[in-house]
Nanobody, 124 residues
Framework: QVQLVESGGGLVQSGGSLRLSCAAS????????MGWFRQAPGKEREFVAG????????KYPDSVKGRFGIARDKAKNTVYLEIYNLKSEDTALYYC?????????????????WGQGTQVTVSS
């Protein structure tokens, strides 16, 4: 049974930083791609970062480049999302997802497993 458990969310002041974690278990992820998505109230879920588990290749949308960083720790089976210079528009529920192929996708429909999410709220 694959499990993705996010943690690290919370209430943060604008301009601050945060590191989210996604602990993955239940299978080998070496040929998987991992993604971070977010969903704000009334909006669609959107891709914010992805990483290929095997070679560490990363992908970001232009909207977050320079402020978001994704990394994985193979020994801990954990994927991280660092967010710098937080803005009010970063307020959302952040999800971790796994795709059963090494190619990163920006589409929610192409991910096979999802975590429950961790809430990030940015106060001004």
């Amino acid at each position: 049974q694959v499990q993705l458990v996010e943690s690290g969310g919370g209430l943060v002041q604008s301009g601050g930083s945060l590191r989210l974690s996604c602990a993955a278990s239940g299978r080998t992820f070496s040929n998987c791609a991992m993604g971070w998505f977010r969903q704000a109230p009334g909006k669609e879920r959107e891709f914010v970062a992805g990483i290929s588990w095997n070679d560490g290749a990363t992908k970001y949308p232009d909207s977050v480049k320079g402020r978001f960083g994704i990394a994985r720790d193979k020994a801990k089976n954990t994927v991280y999302l660092e967010i710098y210079n937080l803005k009010s528009e970063d307020t959302a529920l952040y999800y971790c997802a796994a795709r059963l192929t090494s190619r990163i996708s920006t589409l929610t429909s192409e991910y096979n497993y999802w975590g429950q999410g961790t809430q990030v709220t940015v106060s001004s």
